[in-house]
């Protein structure tokens, strides 16, 4: 069904591209956010991509691969979209200069807001890379196929972010136990 | 050490948080604009697509439907009604051998027919460059005419600025000309422009300058400023120092649509005052590729030229 949507909005026809937009919105808006972690550039991304889509869509040569077509156009509207944010639109992120101490039970928040953190510090190409890997769930040939980029590429940037991850969630964890009076 | 347990597991836990769903307005505002995107020009208004993508989504969408329907009727007086919207004749691209009547490539970016300038083509956001051509570019006030430069696109404009990049990433080189509406003071309080620009640029703490050095941006004098963001200057989280703004509902130091830099930038600030009004050329690209960045950049203020519509 999808291929048949696809072969006809390729030749031109805007109903079927705007079937393929309806089926697809959702899952590219999902990408978006958890690449840029901001609802409003998401928004634009997905957008930009979707636009991309029907300008370029007749380049696409394999109906059955408008899936990671799709997402490849996402994913490279979030670089563009990260990029502009660097410089015309950025967030401020008011970084304590102490951490506070917290209790056990508080620790798995704290978790995810250094994690939250330490993601946003990551460079769009390997916001990617985690994203595609550990939220879409795609083995990492996959992923290279969707980027079309070196597997090896894939797994040094995918190496490189979950190493910083861990490292920043490692970091927290040491400050919590030294602010707890406990050995790191 | 502690060491996070199934981080992982953790990771994708996290990563599972958030939307899974489409606002019902961007797919509205996906399925507005479709019918009016044209094929075959991939780099069709990139830039004032951003612009129009900051807006609030029924405002874009509105603009979307007043454009339908100023194109229709452009197409109704100027072909009785013949033409068709979003067809698949392409519309040609500006050319070395174009005459002044050349049409313009996108309907949005149309300018009117007093303020063409003899000799040269008209330019809208998207369009690539080629070097040796002269272009116009009339959707920024004052208008102005400018050498083209291989690689490079006009990436957006609007009456109060124009963005030239090469390349796919902005720090790869950019060209910018704005009419700055604030500023930005250093901590991010919002100011009028001040009468002396250059003065207060240079009283920037935040900023590395060399003395300022006079030169001539299409027969108009003007200030060149070269520097740096000062090491260990207060950026954003975007590592990005935001200090003037052309326009937009905000200026802040974080969303602001301005002139700015990243602490990696190398840049060149010219301010030059054309018939009254003051405006500033920003020339940036990262310090590492600036040696190789610069005699493009040079080439394009030595190009322009502010002729008088008409």
């Not at chain 2, 007043?66 to 100027?78: A, H, K, M, Q, T």
């Not at chain 2, 490539?105 to 040269?120: C, D, K, N, Q, V």
């Not at chain 2, 090491?231 to 937009?248: D, E, K, M, T, Y």
């Not at chain 2, 002139?259 to 920003?282: I, P």
Request: proline share 7%; aromatic share 6%; hydrophobic share 45%.
């Amino acid at each position: 069904m999808e291929r048949e949507l696809v072969i006809q909005a390729r030749d031109g026809n805007r109903n079927a591209f705007a079937a393929l937009v309806a089926g697809s919105i959702d899952r590219c808006y999902a990408l978006a956010y958890r690449i840029l972690r901001d609802l409003e550039l998401a928004h634009d991304a997905v957008q930009v991509a979707m636009l991309g889509a029907w300008e370029d869509l007749p380049d696409l040569r394999d109906p059955d691969r408008f899936d990671a077509w799709l997402s490849r156009l996402v994913v490279n509207a979030c670089y563009a979209e990260a990029r502009r944010e660097r410089r015309w639109t950025a967030k401020l992120h008011m970084l304590p200069t102490d951490p506070p101490t917290l209790p056990d039970s508080a620790s798995a928040f704290a978790d995810r807001d250094e994690l939250e953190r330490a993601f946003r510090r990551l460079p769009p190409e390997q916001r990617a890379v985690v994203v595609l890997h550990h939220y879409r769930g795609l083995p990492l040939t996959e992923v290279a196929l969707t980027l079309g980029i070196p597997a090896g590429t894939v797994r040094s940037r995918l190496h490189n972010a979950t190493r910083q991850l861990r490292a920043a969630i490692e970091a927290d964890s040491r400050t919590a136990s030294r602010t707890n009076g406990q050995p790191a | 050490m502690t060491r996070p347990p199934q981080f992982d597991q953790m990771l994708g836990d996290w990563l599972g948080e958030g939307p899974e769903v489409a606002p019902r307005e961007l797919l509205e505002a996906v399925l507005v604009t479709i019918p009016i995107r044209r094929r075959r020009r991939r780099l069709l208004a990139v830039g004032r697509r951003y612009r129009m993508l900051s807006m609030p989504v029924r405002l874009a969408t509105g603009i979307a439907a007043v454009v339908v329907f100023g194109v229709v009727g452009v197409s109704i007086l100027r072909f009785g009604g013949s033409s068709s919207i979003g067809g698949a004749s392409p519309t040609p691209a500006p050319a070395a051998s174009g005459s002044p009547s050349a049409p313009s490539s996108i309907p949005t970016a149309s300018p009117s027919p007093t303020s063409r300038i003899s000799g040269t083509i008209q330019i809208a956001d998207g369009d690539l460059l080629k070097a040796g051509v002269k272009y116009t570019l009339t959707s920024f006030t004052p208008a102005f005419t400018f050498a083209g430069q291989d690689g490079w696109t006009l990436k957006g404009s609007d009456p109060s600025s124009a963005a030239f990049w090469v390349g796919s990433d902005i720090g790869q080189g950019l060209f910018m000309v704005e009419r700055p509406a604030q500023v930005l003071e250093v901590g991010g309080a919002v100011a009028p422009v001040p009468s002396d620009l250059v003065a207060w640029l240079q009283a920037r703490s935040d900023l590395v300058l060399a003395k300022p050095t006079k030169v001539t941006v299409g027969g108009f004098a003007g200030q060149l400023l070269d520097g740096t963001v000062r090491p260990g200057a207060q950026v954003n989280g975007s590592n990005a120092l935001n200090i003037a703004c052309f326009a937009g509902p905000e200026c802040t130091p974080d969303t602001s649509f301005g002139l700015g830099f990243a602490a990696d930038n190398h840049f060149q600030l010219v301010v030059v005052s054309v018939r009254g009004q003051t405006l500033l050329v920003d020339m940036t690209s990262n310090a590492a590729a600036w040696n190789a960045v610069h005699p493009h950049l040079a080439a394009f203020l030595a190009g322009f030229a502010f002729p008088l519509p008409g």
